[in-house]
T-cell receptor, first 112, second 114 residues
Framework: AQSVTQLDSQVPVFEEAPVELRCNYS??????LFWYVQYPNQGLQLLLKYLSGSTLVKGINGFEAEFNKSQTSFHLRKPSVHISDTAEYFC??????????FGGGTRVLVKP | DGGITQSPKYLFRKEGQNVTLSCEQNLNHDAMYWYRQDPGQGLRLIYYSQIVNDFQKGDIAEGYSVSREKKESFPLTVTSAQKNPTAFYLC?????????????FGPGTRLTVT
């Protein structure tokens, strides 16, 4: 069975400061990893995904994530946040042949 | 524009009534999914379908039913047997049900049952 843990339920951050959202997963086999963003009362939008290859993945809106197999982590980072980055962020994992499993989400509140 | 539409955006029902949520996609995707979202619990899979006329239960299928008669459509019925139906419901689709295919999400339907 696979599972995803997002270690922070809420992350307050000042505008133009960096942010890191932590995601750890458990799986006995190789996985595909995803980060989605959800703005209030909207659906989810894909930020980035890791399938294979380079462990540093760049996504939309200046976000990037690093896959660390030994730590079973896939942390999301942005060097300088904007007010518009206020949203909920979801990490998700899929092992081959399995369904997509989501973490509980991290709410990012960007303060001016 | 290609995408997923869900209607209505807000839905109100009385307890004991069945209600059907609509999900339509024009992305030519084979796989479709229904998720339920509650505060602090992420997304939980209700049902999914990898091909027309076939669907499987997800993690929380009790009290829900679906049909997949057309590739473009995957309606979800919330029955009176669902004990706590008030939630935000999200529909998604993808080119395949496994592997690294990303899922595309609709805007969601917020259901309130009183």
């Amino acid at each position: 069975a696979q599972s995803v843990t997002q270690l922070d339920s809420q992350v307050p951050v000042f505008e133009e400061a960096p942010v890191e959202l932590r995601c750890n997963y458990s799986s006995s086999v190789s996985v595909y990893l995803f980060w989605y963003v959800q703005y209030p009362n909207q659906g989810l939008q894909l930020l980035l995904k890791y399938l294979s290859g380079s462990t540093l993945v760049k996504g939309i809106n200046g976000f990037e994530a690093e896959f660390n197999k030994s730590q079973t982590s896939f942390h999301l980072r942005k060097p300088s946040v904007h007010i518009s980055d206020t949203a909920e962020y979801f990490c998700a994992v899929r092992a081959a042949g399995n369904k997509l499993t989501f973490g509980g989400g991290t709410r990012v509140l960007v303060k001016p | 524009d290609g995408g997923i539409t869900q209607s209505p955006k807000y839905l109100f029902r009385k307890e004991g009534q069945n209600v059907t949520l609509s999900c339509e996609q024009n992305l030519n995707h084979d796989a479709m999914y229904w998720y339920r979202q509650d505060p602090g619990q992420g997304l939980r899979l209700i049902y999914y379908s990898q091909i027309v006329n076939d669907f499987q239960k997800g993690d929380i299928a009790e009290g829900y039913s679906v049909s997949r008669e057309k590739k473009e459509s995957f309606p979800l019925t919330v029955t009176s047997a669902q004990k706590n139906p008030t939630a935000f419901y999200l529909c998604a689709s993808s080119t395949g049900g496994t592997g690294g295919n990303e899922q595309y999400f609709g805007p969601g339907t917020r259901l309130t049952v009183t």
